[in-house]
């Protein structure tokens, strides 16, 4: 390699580097903390006070037979001794019955309230992405990300973000 090739090599290096760093300067990125709108927003917590709300009965429906099965077990244990055969076998199969139903209510319990926990979750998302697209066009960003290994502090828009979002409920 020649030394003037290598001088012709180095400046346009210079000269693309150069060019990459004013594209750069001129670019405008917000970071948004998904986890903080799902924990923090205003919409996010009326959505779990509903949930809890909407599936409390279920909640204590299930408290209460499992308290009932506790019982049984407790008096089929005390009582075992003194039963007959036949008594303790049926008493046992109507443990197992019961047993069987709790945990059926149980499953679909928890599968109804995932489904509507991700129902809402859903529903945020979709409030969050259209503020978010919103404070993208009002400040002129370029780019707005949600997930990243690291951030700088000054890029995160998490707090207008939840601002928006608080007032939009309203």
Known sequence: ???????????GLAMMLGVTLAV????????????RINRESVPAERASKQLE???????Q???????????????LEREAMTLSESDRRAREQELTRLSVEFQ?????????????????????????NRIIRQIAE??????????AVYRNPRIDITDRVLKALAADSK
């Open 1 to 11: 390699m020649t030394l003037r090739y290598s001088y012709s090599l180095a400046f």
């Open 24 to 35: 750069a300067a001129d670019l405008k990125i917000g970071f948004v903390d998904p986890e």
């Open 53 to 59: 709300k909407e599936f409390s009965p279920r909640a």
């Open 61 to 75: 429906e299930l408290q209460r037979r499992e308290g009932q099965i506790k019982s049984l077990q407790g008096q």
């Open 104 to 128: 059926r209510m149980q499953r679909e319990y928890r599968e109804d309230l995932n489904l509507r926990r991700n129902q809402e979750l859903t529903a945020l998302l979709e409030r969050a």
């Open 138 to 147: 009002a400040e002129k960003f370029d780019l707005i990300l949600q997930e």
